[in-house]
């Protein structure tokens, strides 16, 4: 009889897991591609972020038991992971996404976490009735819309976060998408992180109390 547990086994289910998570990772890309090119003003990257800076994203969230956070813009589930992968519980974590396949998509990807097909910049209304956020985590290409409206969707998000909770955000831009509002709220930043095609920062949002 075969051996299915010997190292060489364990070697070809390696290699085949590493096989799948490469086409994964590639069907992935091409999805995302696509998005951009049927509506780059909603997509704004022609590829899903990287692990690196999804990573750096979630750990700004203290992710303590209990707690509950929306993403904006998850699009094929990244970062999305590197929240769960940070402590939030899938029940307790919500995601806003405009595209219908991507909305498929995280269904598919992460059962039991809610997903909201719908406009992210509408998240005052989408939220109004939830009880206080501990957290934001945004992945919108902000840059696409005018200046007033990326701040109105700051302030509309902070307004749902409980006080000191952090709207995050990324860019791949050297300014940030909005200002600091000295008395209204404070913006902190990560350092670049090269790794990610294209480099890109994270900026921190928190209501001045």
């Not at 692990?51 to 094929?76: C, F, I």
């Not at 955000?169 to 090269?194: E, M, N, T």
Request: positive net charge; proline residues 8%; charged residues 25%.
């Amino acid at each position: 009889m075969m051996d299915r547990t010997g190292p060489h086994s364990q070697a070809v289910r390696k290699k085949v897991e590493q096989v799948k998570a490469l086409k994964a990772k590639a069907l992935d890309e091409v999805r995302f591609f696509r998005s951009w090119v049927e509506n780059p003003l909603k997509t704004g990257a022609v590829s899903p972020s990287g692990p690196l800076l999804a990573a750096k994203m979630a750990s700004y969230l203290e992710a303590a038991p209990g707690d509950h956070v929306v993403e904006l813009g998850p699009g094929t589930g990244v970062v999305t992971r590197a929240i769960l992968e940070r402590g939030i519980s899938r029940k307790n974590l919500v995601a806003v996404e405009y595209s219908h396949e991507f909305c498929e998509l995280l269904h598919g990807r992460y059962p039991g976490m809610s997903v909201i097909q719908g406009d992210a910049y509408a998240i005052k209304d989408l939220f109004k009735d939830a009880k206080p956020l501990d957290g934001i985590v945004s992945s919108l290409p902000l840059f696409t819309r005018p200046e007033n409206e990326r701040l109105r969707l700051i302030e509309d998000a902070l307004e749902l976060l409980k006080p000191g909770a952090p709207f995050i955000q990324f860019s791949y831009a050297l300014v940030p998408p909005v200002k600091a509002q000295p008395g209204r709220f404070s913006l902190a930043k990560s350092d670049w992180i090269w790794k990610n095609l294209p480099p890109a920062r994270v900026w921190v949002y928190r209501k001045v109390h």
